[in-house]
């Protein structure tokens, strides 16, 4: 039948585009049509196999499985999955909690942050888990392609023309010679004389895979091509044969030829047949080795080899001992695995691999080293009295350092202050006893022998932490210096640069004085600044330097002008107008290495890495000021509660109640009562020389300003337990500067005077304040001033207060709390309030709950993630608790919303340490309240209804892996605990509980099959996320009830499905069967009735039986599902086939399943695999890659098929099996390696291929042919099995690409090589003889597939420029053989065993 002429490809791809509405939606189109296609023929759902009972069928089954001896592939182990703690590991020496903070907390949510903080990690561990992911993921996976032996192919080859044999030989390894032969003619038809023996050059030569040729030539020149070659694996013996010429001798052949060779004399024989033979011995063995590779337990297949090998002993005696001690040199060295050889397991692909997860730990931005090493001013002097000692500064300064980041406007650290000066200059100070360190929190005596005060004393290195590194930010030094008047009277002797020892004497005389008499009041004096980064990514620029020293100006002192200034900074002609004081401050900066040593945190709890000298320096972590936004918040992993205070201005121009008050000095202090001799608290922590924690502390002092600014930071360590009397007590006093007493010794010298007092309490509506307050002065005190109240018209509650200037707030202050235990969200306070409340006893309204929790959707991002394991904690304990319906579905919508949150701003890395790490299901008491996992569980079910929040159940669905997971941990956790694990699986759990699994299953799956192209994305993830849910119930439920799960999935989808619903469909069956007890899931067990099967009995499948898909559930319906998928479209083929070799690839390299009878074992459950290639043999198309050349002469009768042009789908009709005759043995002998396959009779392949290829391989000389046998067996496969992969009968006829083509086949040897010699035999006796046939074809296809053509060859095929017109250089290498394969038709030979089954030329 004649073809109509085809257009040129672009042709009719331009006709093709030109019809299109736009282009690029070619293939679109394209599937659109392919999926009304299918549609038309209208594919059948496949029906559902209903699954074994597993747990009763392993009960019925128990001395079955115990009697077997590779029970371990049968029975999941007892320790398989446990709970563990693990310590919880900080960077410090001892707990961030104070030891008595437990016993002190009152309110539920310090509690429960308390707990957070002090309790252990929780995991659970699966003790296989490392074989769950895929092949790429099992341990001690090591790539063995680096191992492989470098081969040398005779078609890569390009040896120079000079090089002789010798080198050559000596070049590849291995056994060689050459040298001159006569060879008799090999025509059979022409009897051997001496006329017809041509002499020829002989040259032995290794192949790459290690089998020999012996090749000749015409002359010496072995550069050439060799007129011929003699495979030696094909040969079966090599004998002396003197009866046509002298020093004769003859190679035997496989196929019962034979060559005729002859030697110039006998010695030069004797050698060429001991070579030979040795070559023959060394395949033998390799053969041998092969053959016996497994374990010592290899069942009974094992004997039986054995006594096959005693029956060679006595047929080729001189082999046998040499071929055992190659056994037991070669029995620890197994061959290089099948799929190592397989691109796609060489590949690096991770993206299957779950993120790392570790636990929560204290995260910092870029930490910078600061090392502050002098301060000095150009007029100095020595101090002492008697002149004797070193030049100094004549007065004592003091540094404060702090972070300004002019981008954001803000402060972004905490003050550290320095003392830089010389022991003698601060001799000038009165002394102060310095104090224990006991602030806020209790110390335990063993820290206080670690901490030494005099360490502390006099900080030097600071540890500055930037949480969002930019070239903006500065180091701010602020310099102050003791009171002694105003600033520039006390900067003028510092801006001269004369001659200053006369000025220096002066001011030093002034310094002594003012020391003595306001040593403990401070006053403005300098400022510098530097940058600190280079660049974004937090390169310090350690080069920069500070500064001029300017001189602070009285009216520009607080942040906010200090902010103004540094965005001048880099503006030469605005800074060149600030006042210099001259002097240098050289402190230098670094980078901070992980194991710095010996620094102490915010709150002064040392490092593990701590030194207990009191010599030592202890470096100082300064207080970051993160910004309040979710993505550079992390949860709080310790214990911290710090207040900043910040007094910023006075306005007392109006005040009439004190005569005078001009050098304003505030003193903040912390206090717990408002009684008259309350004590205030030792809390505030202490400036350098002092003691570390003090009971108040002062602001700089302002000369002459009724009206000061401060920009002083004053830290307190707050107490665990705040309560309403905690307050600040702000008390201002007027410092008298001027000391000089004019005439009247009479009066004292009054250095300060009160004039007023402020309070501001802490707490408000049970939170700390912290935003900016304008608080009223008072100008007396009376006892329980807190108590006191406005009520209007004059009146008020409480005791009598004189306000100064009418009760106006005239002093401005603002806190900044930093802490871990206390909560500025009033939403999360609210909620947290009333939990304690129902919980000590008020009865809890469901309405009053619901309330509570729906507000806490307005919870801020930020405190949602400071906060997170304590919130998640409180609201899986309401879930537990929840009394109604209502309650527990709120609770789960406010975890939605955190979980959301969380992703949305990039953290979910934070919800997988909670999940793994921190969550802790509650101790199970039945009568109080219930389990996580089943409360959970329903309230998914009702979000995931159809009248539901659609917003809500998309969120759901989109991260569903958390809720899965805290599903998956609660069940462990509670099977643990509860002793339950030690029940059978179907006791474990209520009916209850596995009632609401199956409704979450059938609620869920809908939603992922009908939102898929809405809401892509969720509807992805929640598919995944169910098959990582379903996969790890198999660890804990009844097995049997996981797989009616599955089936309840896979009902949901059907043939001709859109291709995104088979990519979920394939990704759910890639993750379950990627179960690290996949096998022992499928049973490879016998399942006959009647006695106890023994392995040996078993009656394998060899296709997809309803009953084998019952009994091995996974594996058969995974199989049936790629049976399906291979009539689908290109893409979806992929899918399927990718998911089945990459399961194969898994089974060969896992290291449990490494010895022989293992892989057999697991063989026999993909045996239906070979009925499913068989249904699909015409789509195997090998043209492409024929190596062989095509002979358009060679007219071959062929059985055409109906293959409509227009439809790739029909149904096939069964072929004859008659054989075609006209193959010629040539082809056979090209494809066994034994004849030259350059003859002109070779039949065209491609109609081989059309005609079904029955016959290509079968000998046609052989004198019983198979079809003949064949078709009077009884037991074929069509009779004895009925039932194909695919629930109907339309077979796609369209062809298969090469890369689908190549992984099916790599999945074919694979399961070819595993299995067992008995199931071979068996598979050949029971299969029909059209199956047969196809099972010769597809082992065919093999060899074309997989023939390697040569380096130039991939080459061009890479570079894109197509197949190359083969030299007949690249045709000499003949295709690796199957080394079993061979040794199969030697053990026939040699035993004269019944050959109805010809192997000979697999």
Same mark, same amino acid.
């Given at each position: 039948?004649?073809?109509?002429?085809?257009?040129? /490809?672009?042709?009719?791809?331009?006709?093709?585009?030109?019809?299109?509405?736009?282009?690029?939606?070619?293939?679109?189109?394209?599937?659109?049509?392919?999926?009304?296609?299918?549609?038309?023929?209208?594919?059948?759902?496949?029906?559902?196999?209903?699954?074994?009972?597993?747990?009763?069928?392993?009960?019925?089954?128990?001395?079955? @499985?115990?009697?077997?001896?590779? !029970?371990?592939?049968?029975?999941?182990?007892?320790?398989?999955?446990?709970? /563990?703690?693990?310590?919880?590991?900080?960077?410090?020496?001892?707990?961030?909690?104070?030891?008595?903070?437990?016993?002190?907390?009152?309110?539920?949510?310090?509690?429960?942050?308390?707990?957070?903080?002090?309790?252990?990690?929780?995991?659970?561990?699966?003790?296989?888990?490392?074989?769950?992911?895929?092949?790429?993921?099992?341990?001690?996976?090591?790539?063995?392609?680096?191992?492989?032996? =470098?081969?040398?192919?005779?078609?890569?080859?390009?040896?120079?023309?000079?090089?002789?044999?010798?080198?050559?030989?000596?070049?590849?390894?291995?056994?060689?010679?050459?040298?001159?032969?006569?060879?008799?003619?090999?025509?059979?038809?022409?009897?051997?004389?001496?006329?017809?023996?041509?002499?020829?050059?002989?040259?032995?030569?290794?192949?790459?895979?290690?089998?020999?040729?012996?090749?000749?030539?015409?002359?010496?020149?072995?550069?050439?091509?060799?007129?011929?070659?003699?495979?030696?694996?094909?040969?079966?013996?090599?004998?002396?044969?003197?009866?046509?010429?002298?020093?004769?001798?003859?190679?035997?052949?496989?196929?019962?030829?034979?060559?005729?060779?002859?030697?110039?004399?006998?010695?030069?024989?004797?050698?060429?047949?001991?070579?030979?033979?040795?070559?023959?011995?060394?395949?033998?063995?390799?053969?041998?080795?092969?053959?016996?590779?497994?374990?010592?337990?290899?069942?009974?297949?094992?004997?039986?080899?054995?006594?096959?090998?005693?029956?060679?002993?006595?047929?080729?005696?001189?082999?046998?001992?040499?071929?055992?001690?190659?056994?037991?040199?070669?029995?620890?060295?197994?061959?290089?695995?099948?799929?190592?050889?397989?691109?796609?397991?060489? *590949?690096?692909?991770?993206?299957?691999?779950?993120?790392?997860?570790?636990?929560?730990?204290?995260?910092?931005?870029?930490? @910078?080293?600061?090392?502050?090493?002098?301060?000095?001013?150009?007029?100095?002097?020595?101090?002492?009295?008697?002149?004797?000692?070193?030049?100094?500064?004549?007065?004592?300064?003091?540094?404060?350092?702090?972070?300004?980041?002019?981008?954001?406007?803000?402060?972004?650290?905490?003050?550290?202050?320095?003392?830089?000066?010389?022991?003698?200059?601060?001799?000038?100070?009165?002394?102060?006893?310095?104090?224990?360190?006991?602030?806020?929190?209790?110390?335990?005596?063993?820290?206080?022998?670690?901490?030494?005060?005099? %360490?502390?004393?006099?900080?030097?290195?600071?540890?500055?932490?930037?949480?969002?590194?930019?070239?903006?930010?500065?180091?701010?030094?602020?310099?102050?210096?003791?009171?002694?008047?105003?600033?520039?009277?006390?900067?003028?002797?510092?801006?001269?640069?004369?001659?200053?020892?006369?000025?220096?004497?002066?001011?030093?005389?002034?310094?002594?004085?003012?020391?003595?008499?306001?040593?403990?009041?401070?006053?403005?004096?300098?400022? /510098?600044?530097?940058?600190?980064?280079?660049?974004?990514?937090?390169?310090?620029?350690?080069?920069?330097?500070?500064?001029?020293?300017?001189?602070?100006?009285?009216?520009?002192?607080?942040?906010?002008?200090?902010?103004?200034?540094?965005?001048?900074?880099?503006?030469?002609?605005?800074?060149?107008?600030?006042?210099?004081?001259?002097?240098?401050?050289?402190?230098?900066?670094?980078?901070?290495?992980?194991?710095?040593?010996?620094?102490?945190?915010?709150?002064?709890?040392?490092?593990?890495?701590?030194?207990?000298?009191?010599?030592?320096?202890?470096?100082?972590?300064?207080?970051?000021?993160?910004?309040?936004?979710?993505?550079?918040?992390?949860?709080?992993?310790?214990?911290?509660?710090?207040?900043?205070?910040?007094?910023?201005?006075?306005?007392?121009?109006?005040?009439?109640?004190?005569?005078?008050?001009?050098?304003?000095?505030?003193?903040?202090?912390?206090?717990?009562?408002?009684?008259? $001799?309350?004590?205030?608290?030792?809390?505030?922590?202490?400036?350098?020389?002092?003691?570390?924690?003090?009971?108040?502390?002062?602001?700089?002092?302002?000369?002459?300003?009724? #009206?000061?600014?401060?920009?002083?930071?004053?830290?307190?360590?707050?107490?665990?337990?705040?309560?309403?009397?905690?307050?600040?007590?702000?008390?201002?006093?007027?410092?008298?500067?001027?000391?000089?007493?004019?005439?009247?010794?009479?009066?004292?010298?009054?250095?300060?005077?009160?004039?007023?007092?402020?309070?501001?309490?802490?707490?408000?509506?049970?939170?700390?304040?912290?935003?900016?307050?304008?608080?009223?002065?008072?100008?007396?005190?009376?006892?329980?001033?807190?108590?006191?109240?406005?009520?209007?018209?004059?009146?008020?509650?409480?005791?009598?207060?004189?306000? =100064?200037?009418?009760?106006?707030?005239?002093?401005?202050?603002?806190?900044?709390?930093?802490?871990?235990?206390?909560?500025?969200?009033?939403?999360?306070?609210?909620?947290?309030?009333?939990?304690?409340?129902?919980?000590?006893?008020?009865?809890?309204?469901?309405?009053?709950?619901?309330?509570?929790?729906?507000?806490?959707?307005?919870?801020?991002?930020?405190?949602?993630?400071?906060?997170?394991?304590?919130?998640?904690?409180?609201?899986?304990?309401?879930?537990?608790?929840?009394?109604?319906?209502?309650?527990?579905?709120?609770?789960?919508?406010?975890?939605?919303?955190? =979980?959301?949150?969380?992703?949305?701003?990039?953290?979910?890395?934070?919800?997988?340490?909670?999940?793994?790490?921190?969550?802790?299901?509650?101790?199970?008491?039945?009568?109080?309240?219930?389990?996580?996992?089943?409360?959970?569980?329903?309230?998914?079910?009702?979000?995931?209804?159809?009248?539901?929040?659609?917003?809500?159940?998309?969120?759901?669905?989109?991260?569903?892996?958390?809720?899965?997971?805290?599903?998956?941990?609660?069940?462990?956790?509670?099977?643990?605990?509860?002793?339950?694990?030690?029940?059978?699986?179907?006791?474990?759990?209520?009916?209850?509980?596995?009632?609401?699994?199956?409704?979450?299953?059938?609620?869920?799956?809908?939603?992922?099959?009908?939102?898929?192209?809405?809401?892509?994305?969720?509807?992805?993830? %929640?598919?995944?996320?169910?098959?990582?849910?379903?996969?790890?119930?198999?660890?804990?439920?009844?097995?049997?009830?996981?797989?009616?799960?599955?089936?309840?999935?896979?009902?949901?989808?059907?043939?001709? $499905?859109?291709?995104?619903?088979?990519?979920?469909?394939?990704?759910?069956?890639?993750?379950?069967?990627?179960?690290?007890?996949?096998?022992?899931?499928?049973?490879?067990?016998?399942?006959?009735?009647?006695?106890?099967? !023994?392995?040996?009995?078993?009656?394998?499948?060899?296709?997809?039986?309803?009953?084998?898909?019952?009994?091995?559930?996974?594996?058969?319906?995974?199989?049936?599902?790629?049976?399906? %998928?291979?009539?689908?479209?290109?893409?979806?083929?992929?899918?399927?086939?990718?998911?089945?070799?990459?399961?194969?690839?898994?089974?060969?390299?896992?290291?449990?399943?490494?010895?022989?009878?293992?892989?057999?074992?697991? %063989?026999?459950?993909?045996?239906?695999?070979?009925?499913?290639?068989?249904?699909?043999?015409?789509?195997?198309? =090998?043209?492409?890659?024929?190596?062989?050349?095509?002979?358009?002469?060679?007219?071959? *009768?062929?059985?055409?098929?109906?293959?409509?042009?227009? #439809?790739?789908?029909?149904?096939?009709?069964?072929?004859?099996?008659?054989? $075609?005759?006209?193959?010629?043995?040539?082809?056979?002998?090209?494809?066994?390696?034994?004849?030259?396959?350059?003859?002109?009779?070779?039949?065209?392949?491609?109609?081989?291929?059309?005609?079904?290829? !029955?016959?290509?391989?079968?000998?046609?000389?052989?004198?019983?042919?198979?079809?003949?046998?064949?078709?009077?067996?009884?037991?074929?496969?069509?009779?004895?099995?009925?039932?194909?992969?695919?629930?109907?009968?339309?077979?796609?006829?369209?062809?298969?690409?090469?890369?689908?083509?190549?992984?099916?086949?790599?999945?074919?040897?694979? @399961?070819?090589?595993?299995?067992?010699?008995?199931?071979?035999?068996?598979?050949?006796?029971?299969?029909?003889?059209?199956?047969?046939?196809?099972?010769?074809?597809?082992?065919?296809?093999?060899?074309?597939?997989?023939?390697?053509?040569?380096?130039?060859?991939?080459?061009?095929?890479?570079?894109?420029?197509?197949?190359?017109?083969?030299?007949?250089?690249?045709?000499?290498?003949?295709?690796?053989?199957?080394?079993?394969?061979?040794?199969?038709?030697?053990?026939?030979?040699?035993?004269?065993?019944?050959?109805?089954?010809?192997?000979?030329?697999?």
């Amino acid at each position: 039948m004649s073809q109509p002429p085809l257009l040129s /490809a672009s042709a009719e791809t331009r006709k093709f585009t030109r019809a299109l509405s736009k282009p690029g939606t070619a293939a679109e189109l394209r599937q659109s049509v392919s999926e009304v296609v299918r549609g038309s023929v209208l594919l059948a759902k496949p029906k559902l196999i209903e699954p074994l009972d597993y747990e009763n069928v392993i009960v019925q089954k128990k001395t079955q @499985i115990l009697n077997d001896g590779l !029970r371990e592939m049968l029975l999941f182990p007892y320790d398989d999955f446990q709970t /563990a703690t693990l310590r919880r590991q900080g960077r410090y020496m001892c707990s961030t909690v104070p030891a008595d903070a437990q016993e002190e907390a009152q309110s539920l949510f310090v509690t429960e942050c308390i707990k957070t903080y002090n309790s252990d990690w929780h995991l659970v561990n699966y003790k296989y888990e490392d074989y769950s992911g895929e092949f790429r993921q099992l341990p001690n996976k090591v790539a063995k392609l680096d191992k492989l032996p =470098v081969h040398v192919y005779e078609v890569d080859e390009e040896v120079d023309k000079d090089e002789d044999a010798a080198s050559l030989g000596s070049q590849k390894g291995g056994i060689t010679k050459h040298g001159w032969l006569y060879k008799g003619n090999m025509n059979s038809a022409i009897s051997v004389t001496m006329r017809s023996f041509k002499r020829r050059f002989f040259h032995l030569i290794q192949l790459g895979d290690g089998s020999y040729n012996l090749n000749f030539y015409k002359d010496e020149k072995i550069s050439k091509e060799p007129k011929g070659s003699i495979f030696l694996d094909s040969c079966m013996g090599v004998v002396q044969n003197n009866k046509v010429r002298r020093f004769a001798f003859e190679l035997k052949m496989q196929d019962k030829s034979s060559y005729l060779l002859a030697a110039d004399s006998e010695v030069e024989m004797e050698e060429w047949i001991t070579t030979l033979n040795k070559i023959l011995q060394l395949n033998f063995e390799a053969a041998m080795q092969e053959k016996r590779n497994g374990d010592s337990h290899e069942d009974d297949e094992q004997s039986k080899l054995e006594g096959s090998g005693s029956g060679l002993d006595s047929y080729l005696p001189e082999l046998a001992k040499s071929t055992r001690e190659a056994e037991i040199k070669l029995k620890s060295e197994s061959r290089v695995k099948l799929f190592y050889l397989d691109p796609d397991a060489q *590949k690096l692909d991770f993206t299957s691999a779950e993120p790392e997860v570790k636990p929560f730990e204290e995260k910092f931005g870029k930490r @910078i080293l600061v090392k502050c090493n002098d301060l000095s001013f150009n007029l100095q002097c020595c101090v002492a009295e008697n002149e004797e000692g070193p030049t100094t500064n004549v007065e004592p300064f003091f540094v404060t350092l702090s972070l300004f980041d002019i981008k954001y406007n803000r402060k972004i650290s905490a003050d550290f202050h320095v003392d830089l000066n010389h022991f003698s200059v601060r001799q000038m100070l009165a002394t102060t006893s310095p104090a224990l360190v006991n602030g806020g929190r209790k110390s335990s005596p063993a820290l206080q022998d670690i901490l030494h005060e005099a %360490a502390m004393q006099y900080p030097k290195q600071g540890i500055f932490s930037v949480t969002c590194p930019h070239p903006d930010i500065f180091l701010v030094a602020r310099i102050e210096k003791v009171l002694q008047g105003s600033i520039t009277h006390g900067a003028e002797p510092y801006m001269k640069s004369s001659d200053s020892s006369k000025v220096a004497q002066k001011v030093l005389k002034n310094a002594k004085q003012a020391c003595q008499r306001l040593g403990q009041y401070r006053m403005p004096f300098a400022w /510098a600044a530097r940058t600190l980064f280079k660049d974004a990514s937090g390169n310090l620029d350690k080069n920069a330097r500070f500064s001029a020293l300017y001189r602070q100006d009285s009216n520009k002192l607080s942040n906010d002008d200090m902010l103004k200034l540094l965005a001048d900074f880099r503006k030469p002609e605005k800074m060149a107008k600030l006042p210099v004081i001259l002097g240098n401050l050289d402190i230098t900066i670094d980078n901070v290495s992980s194991d710095f040593p010996n620094y102490v945190n915010s709150s002064y709890i040392p490092m593990k890495q701590f030194e207990t000298c009191s010599k030592t320096p202890i470096t100082f972590e300064v207080e970051e000021f993160v910004p309040c936004i979710p993505k550079h918040t992390q949860p709080y992993t310790i214990y911290n509660n710090h207040l900043y205070v910040y007094p910023k201005y006075l306005k007392y121009d109006s005040q009439k109640s004190f005569a005078k008050a001009r050098n304003i000095a505030i003193c903040i202090e912390f206090k717990d009562s408002d009684e008259e $001799d309350s004590q205030p608290l030792k809390c505030i922590y202490g400036r350098p020389g002092g003691p570390v924690f003090t009971r108040s502390a002062f602001a700089a002092v302002l000369h002459h300003h009724q #009206n000061p600014e401060f920009y002083d930071e004053i830290k307190i360590e707050l107490p665990t337990q705040l309560h309403e009397k905690h307050h600040l007590l702000f008390t201002f006093f007027h410092v008298s500067c001027d000391n000089s007493s004019k005439g009247s010794t009479k009066k004292k010298d009054v250095v300060e005077t009160q004039v007023g007092y402020s309070w501001l309490p802490l707490l408000k509506d049970g939170r700390v304040v912290t935003s900016e307050q304008h608080v009223p002065v008072a100008a007396n005190l009376p006892s329980g001033y807190l108590g006191y109240q406005e009520l209007g018209m004059g009146r008020h509650y409480g005791p009598e207060i004189k306000w =100064v200037d009418g009760s106006k707030p005239l002093l401005k202050v603002s806190t900044h709390l930093v802490s871990t235990v206390y909560t500025q969200d009033q939403h999360l306070h609210n909620f947290f309030q009333y939990c304690q409340k129902t919980e000590s006893g008020a009865q809890a309204l469901g309405s009053e709950l619901v309330k509570y929790l729906k507000s806490l959707h307005a919870m801020e991002g930020h405190v949602m993630i400071a906060f997170l394991p304590t919130i998640l904690n409180q609201l899986f304990r309401v879930l537990t608790r929840a009394t109604q319906e209502e309650v527990a579905v709120n609770v789960t919508r406010v975890i939605i919303h955190v =979980v959301a949150q969380c992703h949305e701003e990039g953290l979910e890395s934070h919800l997988r340490s909670y999940v793994k790490y921190a969550y802790k299901a509650e101790p199970y008491v039945a009568s109080e309240y219930k389990t996580v996992h089943e409360e959970l569980t329903k309230a998914m079910t009702t979000i995931l209804k159809p009248s539901a929040d659609f917003l809500t159940s998309n969120k759901l669905l989109k991260y569903s892996w958390f809720f899965f997971d805290v599903l998956i941990k609660s069940m462990a956790q509670h099977l643990i605990e509860n002793c339950k694990v030690k029940l059978l699986r179907n006791q474990r759990f209520p009916a209850s509980y596995h009632h609401a699994v199956e409704t979450v299953v059938n609620m869920l799956t809908p939603h992922i099959t009908q939102k898929f192209r809405d809401n892509p994305e969720a509807s992805k993830h %929640a598919n995944h996320s169910l098959a990582v849910f379903i996969k790890r119930c198999f660890t804990f439920m009844d097995r049997g009830f996981v797989f009616k799960q599955i089936n309840n999935y896979i009902s949901c989808f059907a043939p001709g $499905d859109p291709k995104t619903l088979f990519e979920y469909k394939f990704e759910f069956l890639r993750v379950v069967c990627n179960h690290e007890h996949y096998i022992p899931l499928n049973l490879p067990m016998p399942f006959g009735k009647g006695r106890i099967q !023994r392995y040996q009995d078993l009656q394998l499948d060899y296709s997809l039986t309803d009953e084998f898909c019952r009994n091995h559930f996974l594996v058969g319906l995974l199989l049936r599902e790629v049976g399906t %998928a291979l009539q689908e479209f290109r893409e979806v083929r992929l899918i399927a086939i990718s998911v089945l070799k990459n399961l194969l690839i898994k089974h060969s390299f896992d290291d449990r399943y490494a010895s022989r009878s293992h892989q057999a074992r697991i %063989a026999t459950l993909y045996l239906p695999l070979f009925g499913l290639l068989i249904e699909n043999v015409q789509r195997i198309n =090998v043209r492409d890659v024929s190596p062989f050349p095509v002979n358009p002469g060679s007219t071959v *009768k062929e059985e055409s098929l109906p293959l409509p042009a227009a #439809n790739p789908l029909v149904t096939p009709q069964k072929p004859g099996i008659a054989l $075609d005759n006209s193959l010629h043995k040539d082809l056979f002998g090209a494809i066994s390696g034994i004849a030259s396959p350059y003859t002109t009779s070779t039949p065209n392949i491609n109609s081989v291929r059309n005609a079904d290829s !029955r016959g290509s391989l079968i000998s046609t000389d052989s004198g019983n042919s198979l079809p003949e046998r064949n078709s009077e067996k009884s037991n074929s496969l069509d009779k004895h099995q009925q039932g194909g992969a695919l629930g109907n009968s339309v077979v796609r006829c369209d062809k298969l690409d090469q890369s689908e083509i190549k992984s099916l086949l790599m999945c074919f040897l694979y @399961i070819l090589k595993s299995m067992s010699d008995d199931a071979l035999f068996t598979y050949w006796n029971k299969a029909s003889t059209s199956e047969l046939m196809d099972f010769f074809t597809i082992s065919e296809v093999c060899l074309h597939q997989f023939q390697y053509m040569g380096k130039r060859y991939i080459a061009r095929n890479q570079e894109g420029l197509g197949p190359i017109v083969h030299d007949r250089k690249s045709q000499t290498l003949p295709v690796s053989r199957n080394r079993t394969g061979m040794m199969h038709a030697r053990l026939q030979q040699l035993g004269s065993l019944d050959n109805s089954l010809t192997f000979n030329h697999m």
